[in-house]
T-cell receptor
Framework: DGGITQSPKYLFRKEGQNVTLSCEQN?????MYWYRQDPGQGLRLIYY???????QKGDIAEGYSVSREKKESFPLTVTSAQKNPTAFYLC?????????????FGPGTRLTVT | SQELEQSPQSLIVQEGKNLTINCTSS?????LYWYKQKYGEGLIFLMM?????EEKSHEKITAKLDEKKQQSSLHITASQPSHAGIYLC??????????????FGQGTTLQVKP
């Protein structure tokens, strides 16, 4: 079955620790995205990658970092510099970024930092 | 102020009733996507609209985009408990046509009472 997997489903960390969220897709999609969802605010774009070994900042990139070493993988690191890291994180992918391709979403990771 | 506004924020309807969710943009869209989300899960793609005046239907859900490409509506006919969830609209704008970047509305939470 083709799709996007995110792991783990729930993640708990202490303040000051970096944490990496996994995102893997087997859809052979070129473009991948990371969004953050907070109650009442919809989704906000953190980072996106249009092709392997290339990525760009989204609207709220501060305190986050990504890598795109393989086409199928786009991990997100939440660093200790992120002031409000507790949120629901969603990874998405699309066939490309130029045309109006739909984005397919993973099941999400809920991160709680205390 | 939000670039993409959804209304209402929440909706409770009796099973069998019709309902409409609106999505209004402050500027002309390149494309408009509708997604559905169960709480704590990923987004499921419903429909994408690109042309002014376009209308698409899937089962009991119909989405329309106005001629000016600034407003979209999602209409559910004869609602069922399975329609319950969060509905989100996402917009692509002409300036971001090569990035695949989506701007999301805040979401509309729908409850359907049996």
């Amino acid at each position: 079955d083709g799709g996007i997997t995110q792991s783990p489903k729930y993640l708990f960390r202490k303040e000051g620790q970096n944490v990496t969220l996994s995102c893997e897709q087997n859809l052979n999609h070129d473009a991948m995205y990371w969004y953050r969802q907070d109650p009442g605010q919809g989704l906000r774009l953190i980072y996106y990658s249009q092709i392997v070994n290339d990525f760009q900042k989204g609207d709220i990139a501060e305190g986050y970092s990504v890598s795109r070493e393989k086409k199928e993988s786009f991990p997100l690191t939440v660093t200790s510099a992120q002031k409000n890291p507790t949120a629901f994180y969603l990874c998405a992918s699309s066939m490309g970024s130029g045309s109006l391709y739909e984005q397919y979403f993973g099941p999400g990771t809920r991160l709680t930092v205390t | 102020s939000q670039e993409l506004e959804q209304s209402p924020q929440s909706l409770i309807v009796q099973e069998g009733k019709n309902l409409t969710i609106n999505c209004t943009s402050s500027k002309t869209l390149y494309g408009l996507y509708w997604y559905k989300q169960k709480y704590g899960e990923g987004l499921i793609f419903l429909m994408m609209l690109q042309k002014g005046g376009e209308e698409k239907s899937h089962e009991k859900i119909t989405a329309k985009l106005d001629e000016k490409k600034q407003q979209s509506s999602l209409h559910i006919t004869a609602s069922q408990p399975s329609h319950a969830g969060i509905y989100l609209c996402g917009a692509r704008y002409p300036g971001s046509s090569n990035t695949g970047k989506l701007i999301f509305g805040q979401g509309t939470t729908l409850q359907v009472k049996p």
